[in-house]
C-alpha cells in the first residue's frame, strides 16, 4: 500500500472527456489530444508576450491564463519564454476562455522537432471512474489494469486506478489516477523517444536545481 501526503478535496464538476481525446489505434491514423497532434510538428502559437520583464527580468507572457485567440497557445518556463523551441523543451498549452480541456492541463515535451510525449493532469480520485471509461472508449481494453490502495498519514485508505494501453502504432499511454496526492492524478501519451527525452528533460533539470533524479 503506498502512502501519499494530500490536499482538501474539493468538490468539482466533470464533463465527459470522450469528445475531447481523439486517439486511434492504427498507423494512418492522425493522433490528436485536446486539438494539439501528436508526434508531430507543433504548429499552435506561443502566447504573447507582455512586452515587459517579468521574473529575474525574463519575458513575460502577456496573461497566462488563457489564451487571446481561437486556437491553444503555449507558454514555456520562465526562462525560455519568447525562444524557439527546440527538444527537450516543455510546453504547457493554455486554451481560449471556455474550452479548457475538463479532463485537466495539457503539456508536451518535443523530441526530435515533434509533440512525441504528451502529458494530461487529471484531478485524482474524485474523477478516476470517468477518466478510465472516456480512455477505454477511446482505446479499448487496457492491456493492465489495476486498483491499488493508498493511504493518507491519517490511516484513510482510498482505491486508486492504474492502466496501461500499447497502441499498434508502437504509442504507450499511461493512467495513474494519483500521483503525490489524490487530488492529481495523470495521463501520459508517448513514442519510446518521446519517454527517453521526457526522463533526460528530468533528469537535466533536477541537475540544475542540484537534486538527484530517481
Not at 491519517?154 to 496526492?181: H, R
Not at 495523470?186 to 537534486?211: F, P
Request: proline share 6%; glycine share 10%.
Amino acid at each position: 500500500m503506498r502512502i501519499i501526503f494530500f490536499a482538501a478535496i474539493c468538490s468539482l464538476s466533470f464533463a465527459s472527456t470522450a469528445q475531447e481525446i481523439s486517439i486511434r489505434d492504427g498507423d494512418a491514423t492522425p493522433i490528436t489530444i485536446f486539438g494539439i497532434s501528436f508526434d508531430a510538428a507543433p504548429v499552435n502559437p506561443e502566447c504573447p508576450l507582455s512586452g515587459s520583464p517579468g521574473i529575474l527580468g525574463y519575458p513575460d507572457y502577456k496573461n497566462p491564463y488563457f489564451a487571446d485567440g481561437q486556437v491553444p497557445c503555449y507558454v514555456q518556463i520562465v526562462r525560455d519564454a519568447g525562444k524557439p523551441l527546440r527538444d527537450g523543451s516543455r510546453i504547457n498549452f493554455v486554451y481560449p476562455i471556455g474550452k479548457d480541456p475538463e479532463l485537466g492541463r495539457l503539456s508536451a515535451t518535443i523530441s526530435g522537432g515533434r509533440l512525441s510525449y504528451m502529458q494530461v493532469d487529471t484531478r485524482g480520485i474524485r474523477t478516476q471512474s470517468q477518466d478510465l471509461s472516456a480512455l477505454t472508449q477511446k482505446f479499448g481494453k487496457p492491456d493492465y489494469l489495476a486498483q491499488p490502495k493508498v493511504q493518507n498519514r491519517m490511516g484513510a485508505s482510498f482505491e486508486t486506478i492504474e492502466a496501461n494501453w500499447n497502441l499498434q502504432s508502437g504509442v504507450t499511454v499511461s493512467y495513474s489516477s494519483t500521483t503525490n496526492s489524490i487530488d492529481e492524478g495523470i495521463v501520459i501519451i508517448a513514442t519510446q523517444n518521446g519517454l527517453a527525452a521526457d526522463r533526460l528533460r528530468h533528469e537535466t533539470r533536477m541537475k540544475e536545481l542540484g537534486g538527484t533524479t530517481l
